[in-house]
């Protein structure tokens, strides 16, 4: 398993546009975050947008979450991978062929972005996934994809904090848990669901802490990045 060190918190950039994107991660530094590029600032603006961000010294997870029949995938993977990304992700549900197929298509690159599973949405609660005819909890789900991706050679999971140190448990330390769902203490939730504080989410043993909103909706990003970072500190 490829080791590496850096910024574990990941920055959701979840603007319009290039310019408010951009503005913002001017205010931030590579040296302490990284940024992910959504399917709202992606549809916005394209893979110009990767490139201007890398240009800036930023390592970018694409979180554009395919799902899809397993070629259509493995291309969609392999042309993030073309783009330099250091990130990409599919979701798990999508199954063991179709994450196959994007591990496979990862194979010729020389330089691979992590490629991960998304479990749960961290906005779903366990009347959520009932509702799309899943009747496991949340934790059991996200632990049945996560033990799937796994066996597919995926490098980690999208899941919430909470389900981090159970995942840590069956899959093995090495097995990347990338979390969004990340709330200041105080904070409001918004429309996400399993929740945790960045000291909480460290403490249960999350690689990469995924923050969007506290952020980007702050009066003072930058200053509210640095809040986030020194309450991972506080662990
Ligand atoms: O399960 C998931 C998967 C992805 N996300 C993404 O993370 C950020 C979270 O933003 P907040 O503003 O901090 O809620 C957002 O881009 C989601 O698309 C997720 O929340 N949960």
């Known amino acids: 398993m490829r080791q590496e060190q850096g910024p574990r918190l990941l920055v959701a950039m979840d603007y319009s546009n290039s310019e408010d994107c951009l503005k913002v991660a001017h205010q931030l530094s590579p040296s ?22 890398m240009t800036l010294g930023f ?3 694409l979180d554009l979450k395919f799902h899809d029949i397993p070629n259509t995938t493995a ?31 990862l194979v010729p690159f020389q330089t691979k972005p992590w490629l991960i599973g998304v479990t749960v949405l961290t906005s779903m609660s366990a009347e959520d996934l009932a509702q799309t005819g899943v ?4 934790q059991e789900q996200v632990l ?24 840590k448990r069956s899959c093995g330390p090495e097995f990347l848990t990338v979390t969004p769902g990340i ?7 918004d429309d ?13 043993g999350s690689d990469y802490l995924v923050v969007g909103r506290p952020v980007t909706k702050a009066i003072d990003p930058s200053q509210a990045c640095r809040q986030i970072l020194q309450n991972m500190r506080d662990v």
């Open 32 to 53: 302490e975050c990284r940024l992910k590029v959504g399917k709202e600032l992606f549809t916005a603006t394209g893979p110009q947008l990767i490139e201007q961000l």
């Open 75 to 105: 291309k969609a993977v392999a042309s993030a991978a073309q783009l330099g990304v250091w990130m990409v992700n599919v979701h798990a549900s999508g199954g063991l062929r179709m994450m196959e197929a994007a591990r496979e298509a």
């Open 192 to 204: 996400q669901r399993r929740v945790m504080t960045p000291a909480e989410a460290v403490a249960a």
């Open 183 to 189: 709330r200041p203490a105080n904070s409001v939730a």
């Open 59 to 61: 390592d970018v997870f």
């Open 135 to 138: 009747n496991r909890s949340p």
């Open 144 to 167: 049945y994809l996560a033990d799937l991706a796994k066996q597919c050679g995926l490098d980690g999971v999208v899941c919430s904090a909470q389900e981090v140190p159970t995942i």
